[in-house]
């Protein structure tokens, strides 16, 4: 079992960074692909970003891509959002979630974490 805590959250500026972080707890860390997801007021949850496993592939959502850059250090058991140019319309609360190896869907979630985007 996987337990998730986002942190980093915050409000700022359009064209302004912030960066994501997930702490994880449970042996089996280095096992899970893990994803960011975020879900702004009214509207469902979407997908951001994930990290194989291995950490050798990384898959975006086109409209995060060049801007956001998501990382893994399977060492420490963290997973990062690192984003950048951030828009007004990036606002919403940002989940990290984690799929086992074998798994089609998510397994676990994090509580969120918020992120307002000022224009």
């Known amino acids: 079992q996987v337990q998730l805590v986002e942190s980093g959250g915050g409000l700022v500026q359009a064209g302004g960074s912030l960066r994501l972080s997930c702490a994880a707890s449970g042996r089996t860390f280095s096992r899970y692909a893990m994803g960011w997801f975020r879900q702004a007021a009214g509207s469902e949850r979407e997908f951001i970003a994930a990290?194989?496993?291995?950490?050798?592939?990384?898959y975006y959502l086109d409209s995060v891509k060049g801007r956001f850059t998501i990382s893994r250090d399977n060492v420490k058991k963290t997973v990062s959002l690192q984003m950048n140019n951030l828009r007004p319309e990036d606002t919403a609360v940002y989940y990290c979630a984690a799929r086992f190896m074998t798994s089609v869907n998510y397994d676990y979630w994090g509580q969120g974490t918020q992120v307002t985007v000022s224009s």
């Open positions: 990290i194989t496993w291995n950490l050798v592939s990384t």
